[in-house]
T-cell receptor, first 113, second 112 residues
Framework: QKEVEQDPGPLSVPEGAIVSLNCTYS??????FMWYRQYSRKGPELLMY????GNKEDGRFTAQVDKSSKYISLFIRDSQPSDSATYLC?????????????FGQGTTLQVKP | DGGITQSPKYLFRKEGQNVTLSCEQN?????MYWYRQDPGQGLRLIYY???????QKGDIAEGYSVSREKKESFPLTVTSAQKNPTAFYLC???????????FGSGTRLTVV
């Protein structure tokens, strides 16, 4: 069983829809949670990050962490065609540079005009 | 602008040949990383280096080698011992903990 599970999709939604992306994990020691966005043939870019449990909002994006359920989510409101990309969740135990990031498989999202 | 440069963007090699992927950063970061990305598998850590002249194996180091002779450079060699080398390779650097990773644009290696 992988430490981090993410449905690879693909997920196709109409423009303006609310998108929900999710990851589950098995290691309760994870404290730092991230969402990366990766456009085709590019490197990932950090989109959102949270520490421990709770919510964080940034414009149309909301990240949620539920440590009791070992479940993290990314919500995209008013989705746009430019949001079409692969979204990767990542997490780690350590606050330093040596902490290994564990990535989910990535979910491919397509937003249709 | 500061960033990470990976070259080449696309690379084709014959089976049995070693190949070296370049990664250069001008961010003055101490830590550098190599990841491999396969469809449906996310990113997996190959090697990482926290300081010049030092590096550690990641989860899938077999068939790969690295060097870190300069702070700004962290080349990855894919050797003939790597059983399935065709993949998308990503280099990253970091100096700010878990939220500070910067990724390059990747090199797509195809072995025929």
């Amino acid at each position: 069983q992988k430490e981090v599970e993410q449905d690879p999709g693909p997920l196709s939604v109409p423009e303006g829809a609310i998108v929900s992306l999710n990851c589950t994990y098995s290691n309760s020691a994870f404290q730092y949670f991230m969402w990366y966005r990766q456009y085709s043939r590019k490197g990932p870019e950090l989109l959102m990050y949270t520490y421990s449990s709770g919510n964080k909002e940034d414009g149309r994006f909301t990240a949620q962490v539920d440590k009791s359920s070992k479940y993290i989510s990314l919500f995209i409101r008013d989705s746009q065609p430019s949001d079409s990309a692969t979204y990767l969740c990542a997490m780690t135990k350590s606050s330093g540079n040596t902490g290994k990031l564990i990535f989910g498989q990535g979910t491919t999202l397509q937003v249709k005009p | 602008d500061g960033g990470i440069t990976q070259s080449p963007k696309y690379l084709f090699r014959k089976e049995g040949q070693n190949v070296t992927l370049s990664c250069e950063q001008n961010l003055n970061h101490d830590a550098m990383y190599w990841y491999r990305q396969d469809p449906g598998q996310g990113l997996r850590l190959i090697y990482y280096s926290q300081i010049v002249n030092d590096f550690q194996k990641g989860d899938i180091a077999e068939g790969y080698s690295v060097s870190r002779e300069k702070k700004e450079s962290f080349p990855l060699t894919v050797t003939s011992a790597q059983k399935n080398p065709t993949a998308f390779y990503l280099c990253a650097s970091n100096d700010r903990g878990p939220y500070g990773y910067t990724f390059g644009s990747g090199t797509r290696l195809t072995v025929v």
